[in-house]
DNA sequence: TCAAGGTAAATTGTCGACAATCGGCGCGCC
DNA sequence: GGCGCGCCGATTGTCGACAATTTACCTTGA
């Protein structure tokens, strides 16, 4: 169930758009284009070797996830995404992780419970061999509230935050470079919300993850009302 | 701000997809076309009156809706959503608008309260008069709602309720002929919530939307097992 | 008679060309 | 000299035709 944890690419899609869709969400997720970048047609059908008819298809498409602005007649350019905006999605995956984590607890098989320590025991492994973590706490982070998720079993649930939401957030950590807030408190409170999933404590769970992802949510305030203060440039230029 | 509370008609929209997209999306909502049938593109473009190119995009923006179902070289055809998908999406509203009840509280300003009040006597004033209800009460509903949402004033949560769970709740039940569930309960716990949200109790107003919604669900989930155990023809075919 | 294979029609995916609209530039007028 | 107007280039929106894939039907054989 990891393979690529957050679909992205897949190499024999069915149709052409499919394909450039895939490959368009990593350049922009990955950050091969800068936010703000404006994205001519015609250079993108060259890039990607297919005709304007497919691409526009795969440009509604990343629009429509919000990875994309566009302006009729004007052009689309990518997604420029304010500390506001990321500030808003966290309460947002407050309320909607905050079900997955009750949803889960009712609902996950003792396989995937055990799944999940598995992971957790693989992360604190990986967090004492290598202190200064990096790529792997951001994609372990991920991939942890990425298998809560799955584990709600609700489809529309799923679709939301995986389809809708996930993929901004992976965007913002490449683009601001941002090394995950708490690293070793992170990893403790994963801990006990896994705890009151194998507890079958739907309820608790559900508090676990909110205060979780709501104390992500301050600490990117606070490091926002900082940031005003002293405005500095935004994006990965502070050796 | 009530100005055709959810778009649909945008009579003179920039562009022909657009307004394509509009009239298409009335099309299903409504009814016009039942879940299930197969759309095909040459149809629907001598239906409009418009090409296939701006058709495709309007099918594909109305798949990423969730209207649409599509299957690549196949066809697209009505989305016929089953009723454990409402109860799954009624999860999703039920953490998303519990949410937004909260913000609501924090961040409506008086004027947009006030407005609030006047909606509820409104509502209070057609119960009266029209004991039977059917339309206002189910548009009326949608408007206490929406206008909540629009209250959180959190622009991420207002795009998801109102451009991904809306027009699929909107749809089901014009599909269903849903009446109402539960018209003067719905209306009590309503007046509840604004008073939550005048005191500025964000906690309060969350735990009442929730519970609100949840005891939507939970008269669907109860009627859900009774169309099990006495299958009945599932759409309006009932004198 | 039924199953399996192939073929043909219909539908969707893709492409290149044409038309409409917007932003930038220079000219003229105040 | 500054401001407004109109033209021009460039980009996006739209269209019709061609190519690829699927489905359904028909034929053929066991």
């Known amino acids: 169930m990891s393979e690529s944890a957050l679909d992205s690419s897949a190499s024999d899609s069915r149709t052409l758009a499919d394909r450039v869709v895939a490959r368009?969400?990593?350049?922009?997720?990955?950050?091969?284009?800068?936010?703000?970048?404006?994205?001519?047609?015609?250079e993108l059908a060259a890039r990607y070797g297919v005709s304007r008819g497919p691409l526009r298809e795969a440009i509604r498409r990343l629009e429509?996830?919000?990875?994309?602005?566009?302006?009729?007649?004007?052009?689309?350019?990518?997604?420029?995404?304010?500390?506001?905006?990321?500030?808003?999605?966290?309460?947002?995956?407050?309320?909607?992780?905050?079900?997955?984590?009750?949803?889960?607890?009712?609902?996950?098989?003792?396989?995937?419970?055990?799944?999940?320590?598995?992971?957790?025991?693989?992360?604190?492994?990986?967090?004492?061999?290598?202190?200064?973590?990096?790529?792997?706490?951001?994609?372990g982070d991920l991939d942890f509230h990425y298998r809560i998720i799955q584990g709600s079993h609700n489809g529309a649930l799923i679709d939301l935050l995986l389809g809708e939401i996930y993929h901004r957030v992976r965007m913002f950590r490449y683009q601001f470079s941002m090394t995950p807030n708490r690293p070793k408190k992170a990893l403790a409170e994963h801990r006990r919300i896994v705890e009151a999933i194998e507890a079958r404590d739907g309820e608790m769970a559900e508090l676990l993850m909110r205060r979780h992802i709501s104390r992500a949510r301050e600490y990117l305030?606070?490091?926002?009302?900082?940031?005003?203060?002293?405005?500095?440039?935004?994006l990965s230029e502070r050796t």
Chains 1, 2 share one sequence.
Request: glycine share 6%; no cysteine.
């Open 24 to 42: 368009l969400q990593d350049d922009i997720v990955l950050g091969v284009f800068k936010p703000g970048t404006k994205l001519g047609e015609a």
């Open 221 to 234: 305030e606070a490091q926002q009302r900082q940031d005003l203060s002293a405005p500095q440039p935004p």
């Open 64 to 139: 429509s996830r919000k990875l994309l602005e566009r302006i009729p007649h004007v052009g689309t350019r990518v997604a420029s995404l304010k500390a506001t905006d990321l500030i808003e999605i966290y309460r947002v995956r407050e309320a909607l992780e905050g079900m997955a984590a009750r949803l889960a607890a009712e609902h996950m098989s003792d396989a995937e419970v055990a799944g999940l320590w598995e992971l957790l025991a693989l992360h604190e492994q990986q967090q004492d061999l290598q202190e200064d973590i990096a790529y792997y706490q951001r994609a």
